[in-house]
């Protein structure tokens, strides 16, 4: 099984302001995604993680909103722009081999 | 729109006594996989089970699949405390673009009492 790290943990930001996020996989995976959890709810796809190309977004998510980077196997960044309140959640990255998708302890995002 | 949808909502046993929880789904899929997320922190990925799979076995938990029906079980035998958490199916799609992401369903949240 993959081993994510994600920094930071948890943060409290103030609205309108930006927050990257940082995923590390210990071992190269095929696929690398990111999951919003909002509060007491389940989780839900943001966007596919491609290396070296665009990001591929799922309805309801966009660049601008959830910029993505993933410049290798192992690495992935997501940057939660121009906070608003409703930004507040759980964001978790994973990491798909051979079907199997692990997830990172996730970043909790708090926005004033 | 929601793939899976866990039954019950919330469970609530003895320590000793077994759980079950169940999973339905919608449209086709590649495999389906547990996860355990214990008060809001990260997932735990339990047991993955494919489509042409009909039971999987963990330790003290099971898993059974039954694409005709289109529905799935998680037994988890002689619970513990420990096993208290909030546990997910998630659906990786055959057909739709999939690219191996995963559709969440709303949760079972477990309390096993000691």
């Known amino acids: 099984s993959a081993v994510i790290s994600q920094k930071p943990s948890r943060d409290i930001c103030q609205r309108g302001t930006s927050l990257t996020i940082q995923c590390q996989v210990d071992?190269?995976?095929?696929?690398m995604f990111w999951y919003r959890q909002q509060p007491g709810q389940s989780l839900t796809l943001i966007a596919t993680?491609?290396?070296?190309?665009?990001?591929?977004?799922e309805s309801g998510f966009v660049i601008d909103k959830f910029p993505i980077s993933r410049p290798n196997l192992t690495f992935s960044t997501l940057t939660v722009s121009n906070m608003s309140p409703e930004d507040s959640s759980i964001y978790l990255c994973s990491g798909s081999t051979r079907g199997e998708q692990f997830f990172g302890p996730g970043t909790r995002l708090t926005v004033l | 729109s929601q793939q899976g949808e866990e039954d019950p909502q919330a469970l609530s046993i003895q320590e000793g006594e077994n759980a079950t929880m169940n999973c339905s789904y919608k449209t086709s899929i590649n495999n389906l996989q547990w996860y355990r997320q214990n008060s809001g922190r990260g997932l735990v990925h339990l047991i993955l089970i494919r489509s042409n799979e009909r039971e999987k076995h963990s330790g003290r938990l099971r898993v059974t699949l039954d694409t005709s029906k289109k529905s799935s079980s998680l037994l988890i035998t002689a619970s513990r405390a420990a096993d208290t958490a909030s546990y997910f199916c998630?659906?990786?799609?055959?057909?739709?673009?999939?690219?191996?992401?995963?559709?969440f369903g709303k949760g079972t949240k477990l309390s096993v009492k000691p």
């Open positions: 993680a491609n290396q070296g190309s665009e990001a591929t977004y």
């Open positions: 998630a659906t990786d799609l055959r057909y739709g673009g999939s690219q191996g992401n995963l559709i």
């Open positions: 071992s190269q995976v095929t696929m």
